[in-house]
């Protein structure tokens, strides 16, 4: 059972397109984060969201926090072949002793 | 760039040895974590420890024990190496759990 449900699992799209990319769970998480993985190298931090409701953009890239902090996204506007990488997100329930999961990420494709 | 160097970076060996891998760290990171990466699955916790001689079993923890005697090191064994158990590792450290998770360069296993 995946505790974090992500979709889709893979994307391919035009350059310029919009595209947006969900993370569900039935659990009620004390924080959210988006990672972004290139080929051969581990996951690296893009944003975190604590407070449920909470909207952070990083230029291109908007990420919200579900109001009740089970659910979260990742829309991107205006895609750019550069953007295209795996896109996880992962997150601590509430209440837990620190084990951070992860969903099964996104792959993205951006084609010029 | 976060100090954290895993150990080996690729191994082969045969179905039924015993392996280790190490992941040792220099930022005195109370959280650390192991998670292999398969097509298709994200990233899925093995185990991760929350301080020295303090552990705890993640999704996919059958075959695999993991030991922490010093801040700085958190060692994953697999008792008797499966070819399931063909996989790219990862370990992570964490200040907190709302703080950036950073990962190791991976360690490709490959079990034959």
């Known amino acids: 059972t995946q505790l974090l449900e992500q979709s889709p699992q893979f994307l391919s799209i035009q350059e310029g397109e919009n595209l947006t990319v969900y993370c569900n769970s039935s659990?009620?998480?004390?924080?959210l984060q988006w990672y972004r993985q290139e080929p051969g190298e581990g996951p690296v931090l893009l944003v975190t969201?604590?407070?449920?409701?909470e909207v952070k953009k990083l230029k291109r890239l908007t990420f919200q926090f579900g109001d009740a902090r089970k659910d979260s996204s990742l829309h991107i506007t205006a895609a750019q072949p550069g953007d295209t990488g795996l896109y996880l997100c992962?997150?601590?329930?509430?209440?837990?002793?620190?084990?951070?999961?992860f969903g099964q990420g996104t792959t993205l494709q951006v084609k010029p | 760039d976060a100090g954290i160097t895993q150990s080996p970076r690729h191994k082969v060996t045969e179905t039924g040895t015993p392996v280790t891998l190490r992941c040792h760290q220099t930022?005195?990171?109370?959280?650390m974590y192991w998670y292999r990466q398969d097509p298709g699955h994200g990233l899925r916790l093995i185990h991760y420890?929350?301080?020295?001689?303090?552990?705890d079993k993640g999704e996919v923890s059958d075959g695999y024990s993991v030991s922490r005697s010093k801040t700085e090191d958190f060692l994953l064994t697999l008792e008797s190496a499966t070819s399931s158990q063909t996989s790219v590792y990862f370990c992570?450290?964490?200040?907190?759990?709302?703080?950036?998770?950073?990962f190791g360069q991976g360690t490709r296993l490959t079990v034959v």
């Open positions: 930022e005195n990171h109370r959280y």
């Open positions: 992962a997150g601590v329930i509430e209440g837990n002793t620190g084990k951070l999961i």
């Open positions: 420890s929350y301080g020295v001689k303090d552990t």
């Open positions: 992570a450290i964490r200040v907190n759990l709302n703080t950036e998770a950073f």
């Open positions: 969201v604590v407070t449920g409701g």
């Open positions: 659990s009620v998480f004390s924080s």
